[in-house]
């Protein structure tokens, strides 16, 4: 099959590459030149597993290529939409690049007599394909849905830092199909996966994504709450979690009690679902919790740590910029409240991160980077572990320094986790 991908990020990029591998001839396109030709180059724009390797099999394949060229979207069959979907102030999503994506592909299709289907992939709130994008794009082609344009939403469930593997090996693939064209290219697109489908409308789609991260924020605010009463009552959570996920209906991913989640998926998707329903005079009183939850378990480290010493002058070390293990994105990191707050009260902050410096330095340009995690320890009066690298967890690298583990990676000698 014949692809064009709008927006060359971890989405877009990802499912190009993996597509193109599957043996389709894709193109990505992004508004970033640079961006465009440091793909072209070999080189990843992004951090992640196997990206590069894959990159230059696919550009010796000569089944994939990225451009700036919109226009190069009536060459292909099917058009993917993996533009961001960041927050506005007031927690709505912001769908301004979905809205710009969408006239651009609709001017292209202008310049093509064949069917065409389109599939919205960024995480969008419910209805947006229906109200909005396919208006757009009809608008723009001066086709019909059903006549000549198919449309469709296929939200996406990759995981930065295991997004190749997600990719190719998804629990289900979710197609929201608005026609019988979409639902027949998106079959046959996805079959060689071999993983379930599950076919829902356009909107039930969106809702799908939407609900399952709220879902699963929900799940580690809830844990990081019970982490805190179990601290305050002298009980170890990880245990605690040892013995609850068993239950099935608990399961044992996302009981790690923590810092908090970041990124540039969870924190956004809960506050968009929250602004809508209090929008439409609901009361989301769970993911407001969340939320908020959320906005107080990094600082919970800051408390901690004043508990030990007065911050004002200290020399701190931050481990753990990303905001995860396994990827270079600092969108939303629990670092990014943490260093707020440090340098506020007076903290020298010194910090570490395997594959995250050079985002996080233009955020705080003003604060020491370190490449090694034991360079960057050396000099601090105390330490905070921030993100799971499994290079932060050798006892020996902080001697008897003051660690306070926001991600139960160590068990030092003078260590105190957030939860335990
Ligand atoms: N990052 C994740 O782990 C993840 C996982 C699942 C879903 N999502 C969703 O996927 C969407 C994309 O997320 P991302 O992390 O890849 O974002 P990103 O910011 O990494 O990438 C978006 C890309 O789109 C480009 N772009 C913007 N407007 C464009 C236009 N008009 N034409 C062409 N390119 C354009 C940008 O330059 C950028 O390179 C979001 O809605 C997000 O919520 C993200």
């Known amino acids: 099959m014949r692809i064009s991908v709008i927006g060359s990020g971890y989405v ?12 389709n001839e894709v193109v990505c396109i992004d508004v970033i030149e640079s961006k465009v030709e440091t793909i072209n ?43 961001g979907t960041p927050s506005n102030p007031d927690g709505t999503w912001n769908i ?4 710009s994506a969408s006239k651009a592909v609709g001017k292209a299709l202008g310049q093509k007599s064949s069917d065409h289907v389109v599939v919205l992939k960024s995480t969008v709130i419910p209805m947006t394909c229906e109200t909005v994008v396919l208006p757009i794009l009809e608008a723009a082609s001066g086709r019909r849905q059903g006549h000549g344009l198919g449309v469709a939403v296929n939200p996406e469930f990759l995981r930065e830092g295991t997004a190749i593997s997600d990719f190719m090996n998804p629990d289900r693939v979710v197609i929201g199909s608005g026609d019988h064209l979409s639902s027949a290219l998106l079959r046959e697109l996805y079959a060689p996966l071999g993983r379930p489908i599950v076919e829902v409308p356009l909107a039930t789609a969106e809702m799908i994504k939407v609900a399952s991260n709220a879902f699963l924020a929900t799940k580690i605010s809830f844990v990081n709450e019970v982490g805190n009463i179990c601290k305050d009552m002298g009980i170890d959570f990880r245990s605690v979690a040892e013995g609850m996920g068993p239950d099935p209906r608990i399961g044992p991913l996302f009981l790690n009690a923590g810092a908090g989640f970041g990124g540039s998926c969870f924190p956004k998707d809960v506050r968009g679902i929250a602004a809508e329903a209090h929008r439409r005079g609901l009361e989301p009183l769970i993911l407001d919790a969340v939320l908020e939850v ?11 740590l004043a508990r030990s010493l007065d911050i004002n002058g ?6 753990g910029l990303a905001f995860k293990p396994g990827t270079d994105d600092v969108r ?29 330095r233009k955020l705080f340009p003003e604060i020491t980077y370190y490449d090694c995690p034991e360079d960057c320890v050396a000099e601090a009066d105390a330490v905070l572990i921030m993100t799971a690298w499994p290079g932060y967890s050798r006892p020996e690298m902080y001697d008897d320094k003051l660690v306070i583990d926001g991600r139960g990676v160590t068990r030092s000698k003078n260590y105190e986790g957030i939860c335990w």
């Open 96 to 99: 301004d690049h979905v809205r």
């Open 41 to 83: 180059r070999g080189q990843s724009p992004i951090f992640e597993e196997g990206i590069d390797e894959l990159l230059i099999r696919c550009l010796a394949s000569e089944r994939f290529r990225a451009t700036i060229d919109i226009s190069t979207v009536a060459q292909t069959d099917i058009t993917f939409i993996c533009v």
């Open 12 to 23: 877009g990029l990802i499912t190009g590459l993996c597509l193109a591998d599957l043996g």
């Open 294 to 304: 959320n906005d107080r378990q990094p600082l919970r480290m800051v408390e901690m």
């Open 314 to 319: 200290v020399q701190v070390a931050v481990l």
């Open 332 to 360: 939303e990191s629990r670092s990014i409240p943490v260093v707020t707050k440090l340098l506020e009260r007076g903290a020298k902050v010194v910090a570490h991160d395997y594959q995250a410096i050079e985002g996080f």
